[in-house]
């Protein structure tokens, strides 16, 4: 274990679309990242899979500046926020629960469906909500990252994928390229 009291920034970020797939054949789900909006159908054996969706998102690591320690995220599809759509949905529970102690409530979600059985690790979770910390004055909010594998109806989720590097920044953002 590092002795190094880390200072995570954003790298290797990537700006995309977490694309959702439907199997016609065996009607399985998968996701996958592209960064360019895709709609194409394909075959891969008996099954034939069309876009059914898509969320812009982005995809990144985090190094630390101190000591240049890399932590990948390669199973991190993009952070979900959760709009309460589903009451009983367990990350709504935690969401209620957190925001009346002043913690904004955060999904990591993942690649479906590997990391429905090789979830992203509560280290890696942790390392995520400290760095959404390192920046914020915590004495008014803090931020905490919890899995997806929470949302039991992933199919009627209506949470919003968050694609603003700096939404959660409480540091002026850099100059914008303009929309159009």
């Known amino acids: 274990m590092s002795d190094c009291q880390h200072q995570w920034a954003m790298v290797h970020l990537r700006f995309g679309f977490m694309v959702y797939e439907r199997c016609s ?26 876009v059914v969706e898509n969320a812009q998102t982005f995809v990144f690591d985090l190094a630390c500046t101190k000591c240049n320690h890399v932590e990948k995220y390669d199973n991190l599809m993009g952070l979900l926020y959760c709009t309460g759509c589903l009451p009983d ?68 989720c209506r949470g919003e994928f968050i694609h603003d590097v700096g939404m959660l920044s409480l540091e002026p953002p850099e100059e914008r390229k303009p929309l159009l």
């Open 25 to 50: 054949h065996c009607n399985s789900l998968r996701t996958h990242f592209s960064e360019e909006d895709v709609w194409d159908e394909y075959r891969e054996g008996d099954c034939t899979y069309m």
């Open 89 to 156: 949905c367990k990350v709504e529970i935690l969401r209620q629960e957190y925001a009346a102690k002043r913690i904004f409530l955060l999904v990591a979600f993942g690649h479906v469906p590997e990391t429905q059985t090789n979830r992203i690790s509560q280290e890696k979770l942790d390392i995520l909500t400290e760095h959404f910390n390192q920046r914020r004055d915590t004495s008014r909010s803090t931020v905490k990252i919890v899995p997806f594998n929470l949302i039991d109806k992933l199919s009627v």
